[in-house]
């Protein structure tokens, strides 16, 4: 296994923006020793059967980085994302930052380049983002080290990202109560991700883990933050040692009942193309729908 430079005595501030509409947490994360931040997975707003795009979501986390004074340095998204839309490019343009993703992306973006009938002019090099991190990458939000983990399995191009003593876990796990996230999409694996999860349960017991998402299993309250001897402990998929055997035959017949996430089809199509709308011929913000292709 990759030996990642940890420093669990760097204790980032961790503020957290719920979005009801997709049950995702995003997050600003600020450097203690300064005044720079990062932003993890922001959500751009969609009224979908209206075609209707809005930024109160994204708003909430510009005004939150301007009334603190913090400078953006990174925007950074865990993986593409299939249920919500990133407002990546409307920050960026408000703030600054480089946008930031998996090298995999590459992968993702030829799979649905190919399911979306996506013309020459779609890139699948992953051009479209500033930075694309492989495993072990590390870069700094101020005077703080990140780091970028491999964590594929919901999605080829998932990554986890570290920051001094916290974890963007992205999809890879959810709350204890609440398991792990499908592996059925195109280009997703159980077997994959039981192998990318052992690799953040090999973290510090410690490490704060900050969750994507969250549903509020069984009626309780919306959570998104644990830490890795919790899920070791309690983890209803992986947790109490559970083997990769029983990971893949649980996950597997799980999987098989889910429908297909509510925004999947405008999500990939802005996703993977770093949270920019795709266009038509006449330069007209326009979105596909696949029939029978997912
Ligand atoms: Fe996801």
Known sequence: MTDYPINMSVKPQVEAFFDPATNTISYVVKDPSSNACAVIDSVMDIDYAAGRITYDHADAIIDHIRKHGLKLEWIIETHVHADHLSAAPYIQSALGGKIGIGDKIMVVQDTFGKIFNEGTEFQRDGSQFDALF??????????????????????????????????????????????????????????????????????????????????GPNGRDIQWQTTVAAEKEHNIHVGKGATKEQFVNLRTERDATLAMPKLIIPSLQVNMRAGEVPTDKDGRPMLKVPINAL
């Open 134 to 215: 492989e495993d072990g990458d590390t870069y700094k939000i101020g005077n703080m080290q990140a780091v970028a983990i491999y964590t594929p399995g919901h999605t080829p191009a998932c990554m986890v990202h570290v920051m001094g003593d916290a974890a963007f876990v992205g999809d890879t796990l959810f709350m204890p109560d609440g398991g792990s996230a499908r592996a059925d999409f195109p280009g997703g694996d159980a077997a994959t991700l039981y192998d990318s999860i052992q690799k953040v349960l090999a973290l510090p017991n410690e490490m704060r883990l900050f969750m994507c998402h969250d549903y």
